[in-house]
């Protein structure tokens, strides 16, 4: 079970189903399938280099991390780490207020309002 900062459990992919489901009337089959295809959308996206974006919500990405050297915990030796490429995630502004619990106005995002 995941918990976070406050020690609540966090949500599963058959938890957002079921919410999801519960606030569009559609069947669970069919936001399974609809998640499904965003989130293997957006790897593709990913993958090929692309931005993900999604307005007042974030913004995925990929970039460069550089080679380094590191120090192994078991032998306390230098270790190199070859140079890779990672995904990242910019936060958006109605998502970083409502975390922040400051959204001053109700905003809609993809139809919703926040």
Do not use: C
């Amino acid at each position: 079970m995941n918990t976070n900062e406050q020690g609540s459990r966090g949500i599963s992919t058959t938890d957002l189903v079921r919410r999801v489901a519960g606030q569009t009337g559609l069947r669970q089959r069919v936001v399974r399938q609809v998640l499904g295809a965003s989130l293997e959308t957006m790897q593709s996206a990913l993958a090929a280099g692309e931005r993900v974006t999604l307005p007042g919500f974030g913004t995925w990405y990929t970039r460069q991390r550089p080679a380094g050297q590191v120090r192994s915990v078991r032998t306390g030796r230098q270790v190199a780490v070859p140079a890779r490429r990672v995904a990242a995630f910019r936060v958006g502004d109605i998502l970083k207020r409502a975390v922040a619990g400051r959204h001053r106005r109700r905003r809609r995002l993809f139809g919703l309002a926040l």
